[in-house]
């Protein structure tokens, strides 16, 4: 409270806070509540969505309407994951904008920055649309979209695994963990430049959370606790300082994971 509300005693009477920090205190709260609809409105349009194709009116795999109801599911889902996360590089983007705008650099509202971050997802989400439909003719899915194949879902597993452990993972997760960091290397003026910004920013995301985003094919894509879990995860490999090395962690215990599955899977083919 003292950080955010200061009040200097005169005369026995108090003054408010200055304009421009009521101002950063209200745009903090805009964000985050803007964010907590985002998130609550994907995870409705997302389910809503797989519930319109999973019903026996559904349009048939394979037709354009199919193919906009999944890259539909897939947007909502990953804006409602992913945004969250990058709460702490929006905030932090805000107060820098603020900072500088006090000395006459153009500066755009932090809308652009989320923009351009999200674009990279809405990107992320029309690929796994078009992969998922060039192969599910050959991969059976079950009616929450999680693969039926045991040593497919194993190897959905160790390959999240691989990769949490693997030097561009680490790489990018930096990035992610230290907007100001971020910022200070990157920083652009202008809507073109938070826009720049919003979709560099985005890289990072997706280099670090790209393939832990295929688990959703072994726990089911429509799958409540998958989805929240998953987005917790991630935004706790974001926030927490030990998030490297919850990464490593995840990493080994995936791997392990994947291997207990095709060790006794192969130990129950041979009875």
């Known amino acids: 409270n003292r ?23 209200n745009e903090r709260r805009v964000v985050l509540a803007a964010l907590a609809i985002v998130t609550a409105l994907g995870l409705w349009a997302t389910f809503h969505t797989g519930d319109a194709l999973m019903s026996p009116a559904s349009p048939a795999p394979g037709t354009i309407a199919y193919a906009l109801l999944l890259f539909i599911m897939w947007w909502t889902m990953m804006l409602a994951m992913m945004l969250p996360s990058a709460a702490s590089a929006i905030l932090t983007y805000g107060a820098l904008s603020r900072r500088f705008a006090q000395k006459g650099a153009a500066t755009a509202p932090p809308a652009i920055f989320a923009a351009g971050y999200a674009a990279i997802w809405t990107g992320f989400s029309a690929a796994t649309v078009a992969l998922q439909m060039s192969v599910e003719q050959f991969v059976p899915l079950t009616g929450m979209m ?5 040593t497919l879902g194993a190897a959905l597993l160790i390959a999240a695994g691989l990769y949490q452990l693997s030097p561009l993972k680490q790489a990018c997760l930096r990035k992610c963990q230290t907007p100001l960091m971020f910022f200070a290397h990157n920083w652009r003026t202008g809507y073109a430049g938070a826009l720049r910004m919003g979709l560099s920013h985005g890289l990072y995301c997706l280099g670090c959370c790209w393939v832990l985003m295929g688990l959703l ?26 998030g490297a090395r919850l990464s490593r962690f995840t990493g080994i215990l995936l791997i392990g994971w994947g291997l207990w599955i095709v060790s006794t899977s192969i130990l129950l083919s041979g009875k």
């Open 146 to 150: 999680a693969v039926i194949s045991t």
């Open 217 to 242: 094919f072994y726990g089911g894509v429509m799958e409540m606790r998958w989805i929240v879990g998953l987005a917790v995860y991630v935004a706790a490999e974001k926030l927490i300082p030990a």
């Open 3 to 25: 950080a955010r509300r200061r009040q200097v005693s005169l005369g026995g009477s108090t003054l408010p806070d200055t304009l421009l920090q009521r101002a950063a205190l």
